[in-house]
């Protein structure tokens, strides 16, 4: 098969869905956050990789090299600011390397990790999306034409959520050392701004700030872990 053969079977982009024939690849321990993608590169036309961690993005890579790397600054293995840098070093390189969080300060830390851009989270606009991606490819790569994106909003399977919360239990149940703590408490906080749940969100936020302050934190503990059980226990619609 020659070149021109492979050309010919590529997906070409659309008005609709200017990212077919691309591959995402999500780094994302979120399921809500994973699903919400899931659901915007379905809008764009772009195949989905979901990794967890930065050990399963890593296999990823050996494998095959998306169009697209979109990497969560929080993971439970340490931070994606890890993995852009060396994505962004590697020969040959991802075509859009862009970071992603639900935290203010992370942009700067994923811009100086060499990303070329990034994603604040909830990421919800099929339009918004499509142009961070679009605008970082190179020419070449960029579809030609007018563009007919939605604005309506993506929404995320309630049931990840769910998910979300049980892992979080999970870690909690355990009586995790003070890394896992401070892992579940930037996870929820994630997770909550993605869903919009500003309860989790403060609790999240309250226990992390008692964490990093060095305050005893069995009051704030308690208060996540009886927040996340009613998630799971379906008492709390997001």
Known sequence: MTDSDVQTYLPRPTATRPLLGMTVLVVEDSRFASDAMRLLCLRSGARIRRAD????????????????????????????????????????RVGVILGTSGDSFAEDVALAAGA??????????????????????????????????????????????????????????????????????????????????????RAAEELAEARSEGRAATGDIARVMGLVQERLEDRVAI
């Open 53 to 92: 961690c930065l050990f399963s993005a890593r296999r990823h890579l050996n494998v095959y090299r998306p169009t697209v790397a979109i990497i969560d600054l929080g993971l439970p293995d340490g931070c994606g600011a890890e993995l852009i840098s060396e994505m962004v070093s590697a020969a040959p």
């Open 116 to 201: 070329d851009g990034f994603l604040a989270k909830p990421v919800e606009s099929v339009l918004r999306f499509q142009s961070e991606i679009i605008s970082h490819l190179p020419p070449d790569r960029r579809p030609a034409g007018v563009r007919m994106a939605t604005e309506e909003p993506v929404c995320p399977d309630p049931m990840a959520y769910r998910d979300d919360m049980a892992l979080a239990a999970d870690v909690l149940d355990k009586d995790g050392d003070a890394q896992s703590l401070d892992y579940v408490a930037q996870f929820l906080r994630g997770v909550a701004v993605s869903a919009g749940d500003i309860a989790l969100q």
